[in-house]
């Protein structure tokens, strides 16, 4: 009877080990199944992080270089006594020019000329005449204004100033 009981016992014994086995398995399958999907999930959520980021990126991007040019259409001459300029430098960082550093430089425009603001000092360049963003002081007539904007305004061309 002993042995009978223990072989019961044996028994048990070896189908409790192998519905363990069984359920160690499932889990197993489970926990993958499991990672496998939160692992697509994080995917999922990092491309849409990103663009969401490309999509912010692009709507608080700067505009591109351009030249700041004027166009003097009148018949007098204009002074631009102050320029400020942020622009983009060659490795994409944001740099800016004050003319107020620069000695106070004044550009001359002819009338019925047009004419690149750049600056040079002793051969080289000090600023190249790119601007993201400007801010131009004008004396017009013996009066003071304060022109700025983007170099959207100079996709087509210069800045258009007359003399009244």
């Not at 009877?1 to 048990?12: L, P, V, Y």
């Not at 005449?129 to 061309?157: C, M, P, Q, W």
Request: neutral net charge.
């Amino acid at each position: 009877m002993m042995e009978t009981q223990h072989r019961t016992w044996k028994g048990a014994a070896i189908l409790l080990a192998a519905i363990a086995m069984a359920a160690s398995l499932l889990l197993a399958a489970r926990a993958y199944s499991l990672w496998s999907d939160a692992d697509k999930a994080n995917h999922s959520l990092a491309l849409t992080r990103n663009r969401s980021a490309m999509a912010t990126l692009d709507s608080f991007s700067l505009p591109a270089n351009q030249k700041v040019e004027v166009c003097n259409q009148g018949d007098k001459e204009i002074t631009i006594s102050a320029v400020t300029a942020f622009y983009s430098d060659a490795r994409g960082k944001l740099r800016n020019f004050n003319s107020a550093l620069s000695q106070w430089h004044a550009w001359k425009i002819p009338a019925a000329s047009r004419q690149v603001l750049s600056l040079a000092d002793n051969g080289s360049s000090v600023w190249d005449g790119s601007a993201v963003f400007y801010s131009l002081e004008i004396e017009l007539n013996g009066k003071h204004e304060v022109l700025t904007g983007t170099s959207e305004d100079l996709r087509n061309g210069c800045i258009v100033l007359a003399s009244r």
